[in-house]
C-alpha cells in the first residue's frame, strides 16, 4: 500500500509540474510566410445563402471578405471564417451552381467526402444541427451520449463532429478531452462555453498511403497521429454505412502551428461511384492554398504527379494523383496582409 501511494503521489506531482510548465491553454496560430497555406474549402451551392446561414448558426462561422473565386463574381461568393485559431481560421468559399445535384453524397464517395469541427457539447450541437435544416448520419442507439457523430448540411454535404482530442498532448487540453467525454457519456450539463474550431478535410482515395506520400512531399510535412484502421458496430454506426473498414493516417495542413488542421487520407474496402467532383459540381470541389512563389509551387505539384488544369494571373487550378482538385494562389490573404 506503501509503495502504490508513493507511486501515486509520484504521479500527481509529476502532472502537476507538467501543468504549470506547460503553455495552457494552447494557442492554435496561424504561421505567415508560409510557403504553402491551407486558406479554405470551396463549396457550390444551389441556394449558398442557405448553406451558409447553416454554417453561421451551427458552426459559428463568420462573414469574411475573400478572393476565392474560381473565375465567379465576386458579388456572388460568399466567405465564411470559421472559428477559433486567433479569428484567422480556414475560409469557407460558397459559389452558385446552376448544375442539379448528380448523386447523394456518401462517407465512402471519392475525393473530399466531408470534414470535420471539434465541439465541447456533441448532443448541443446535435440539436442546433437538426434546427437548422442539418441531419445525422449516424445510428447510434443513444446519440445523446456519444462522443463523434456524421452529419450533413441541407445541401447533403457530409461533416464530423466529435469531441475535443488531447492535441498537442498537454495536461489541459486532457483535462478538456476528458471533461468533455466525461459530461457526455454520463449526460452531464455541457460546459457554459462551448469551443468550436475547424479540423480536418477528408480526402477518400483508392490509395491512401500514395495520397499521404504526395502531399506530404508538396507540403514537406510529416505524418501526425497514429494510423487509423477501424472496422465493426463503432464505424458503421457512425458512418451510416454497413460492413465497411478503412484505413489512413492525417497529415498537417501548412500555415499553422501544432493541433492545427489536417488532411485525413482514407482509403474504404468500399467505395461509392461518386467523385471526386469537378469545378462545376455541387459539393466541396476545392481546397486553396496560399502560397509564396506560385510559379515553383505549382512546378512542386506537377513533379510529384499532380496535373495542371488553368493557370491565370496569379491562380492555377490543378488536380492531385486522384483528380482532387487544388487551387493553388499567390494573392496575399487578409492575414498576411495584417502581418507582413
Known amino acids: 500500500m506503501k509503495k502504490f501511494l508513493i507511486v501515486l503521489f509520484s504521479i500527481l506531482f509529476f502532472i502537476i509540474i507538467w501543468w504549470i510548465l506547460t503553455p495552457s491553454p494552447h494557442e492554435y496560430k496561424r504561421i505567415p510566410n508560409s510557403d504553402f497555406s491551407f486558406e479554405t474549402v470551396i463549396f457550390r451551392s444551389p441556394d449558398p445563402k442557405r448553406l451558409a446561414d447553416f454554417y453561421k448558426n451551427v458552426f459559428k462561422a463568420k462573414e469574411t471578405e475573400s478572393d476565392w473565386a474560381l473565375g465567379d463574381p465576386l458579388s456572388s461568393v460568399i466567405s465564411l471564417r470559421t472559428p477559433d485559431y486567433q479569428e484567422e481560421g480556414p475560409i469557407f468559399t460558397i459559389l452558385k451552381s446552376e448544375k442539379s445535384n448528380h448523386g447523394i453524397s456518401a462517407a465512402n464517395d471519392l475525393g473530399y467526402a466531408h470534414i470535420c469541427f471539434e465541439t465541447d457539447n456533441v448532443p448541443g450541437l446535435i440539436q442546433t444541427i437538426q434546427k437548422n435544416g442539418g441531419h445525422i448520419d449516424s445510428r447510434f442507439e443513444d446519440l445523446q451520449k456519444v462522443p463523434a ?136 470541389i476545392a481546397v486553396g492554398l496560399r502560397v509564396f512563389d506560385l510559379r515553383s509551387s505549382v512546378n512542386k505539384i506537377l513533379q510529384e504527379g499532380g496535373t495542371l488544369l488553368d493557370e491565370k494571373d496569379n491562380t492555377a487550378i490543378l488536380k492531385d494523383l486522384e483528380g482532387n482538385l487544388l487551387v493553388v494562389s499567390s494573392k496575399k490573404s487578409n492575414f498576411e496582409k495584417t502581418n507582413p
Open 149 to 284: 457523430i456524421y452529419g450533413r448540411d441541407p445541401d447533403g454535404n457530409i461533416f464530423e463532429v466529435h469531441i475535443p482530442f488531447p492535441t498537442p498532448l498537454s495536461p489541459s487540453n486532457i483535462f478538456r478531452s476528458l471533461n468533455s467525454l466525461i459530461r457526455t457519456r454520463f449526460k452531464l450539463d455541457p460546459p457554459e462555453i462551448d469551443k468550436i474550431r475547424f479540423l480536418h478535410v477528408n480526402i477518400n482515395s483508392r490509395d491512401w498511403a500514395k495520397t499521404l506520400s504526395f502531399y506530404g512531399k508538396v507540403f514537406s510535412a510529416n505524418v501526425t497521429g497514429f494510423e487509423r484502421d477501424y472496422k465493426g458496430d463503432f464505424i458503421e454506426n457512425l458512418t451510416g454505412l454497413k460492413g465497411i473498414e478503412v484505413k489512413g493516417r492525417h497529415l498537417p495542413l501548412p500555415g499553422y502551428e501544432e493541433g492545427g488542421p489536417t488532411f485525413e487520407t482514407f482509403t474504404y474496402n468500399h467505395l461509392s461511384e461518386r467523385g471526386p467532383l469537378d469545378k462545376s459540381d455541387i459539393g466541396r
